[in-house]
């Protein structure tokens, strides 16, 4: 099971080296902004989750063996509404954000 490097923390404390030709400072807060609400949306629904496993799992070893096998369960979390940003939104971010740093250069190649 793969785990998660960053937390919401690491991101918003991390530093970027500033340089003369340099990523645009609001345009990476702004994504990095982002991240962290995804980060903290994907935190609670895990934690959600596991409550709801481990719950789900006590209910099971209570349940005695006579009975008939039950129906699944469905999953009482719905996935949450990603409004901030899409996969897309941040595809087309980092487009811009690459032809603001490397400017003619991407346009020269993409033709």
Known sequence: MASII???KD???????????????????????DVIKDYETYA????????ENRRL?????????ETAPAKPVQPTVE???MT???NFDILKRLNRLEKEVFGKQIVDRDM
């Open 84 to 86: 901030s940003a899409t």
């Open 11 to 33: 991101i918003f404390d991390q530093d970027f080296k500033r340089e003369v030709r340099g990523y645009s400072k609001a345009e990476v807060d702004e994504f990095l902004d």
């Open 44 to 51: 609670a629904l895990v934690q959600e989750l596991r409550e």
């Open 79 to 81: 996935m949450p509404q």
């Open 57 to 65: 799992k006590e209910e099971l070893a209570n349940k005695p063996e």
């Open 6 to 8: 960053f937390t919401a």
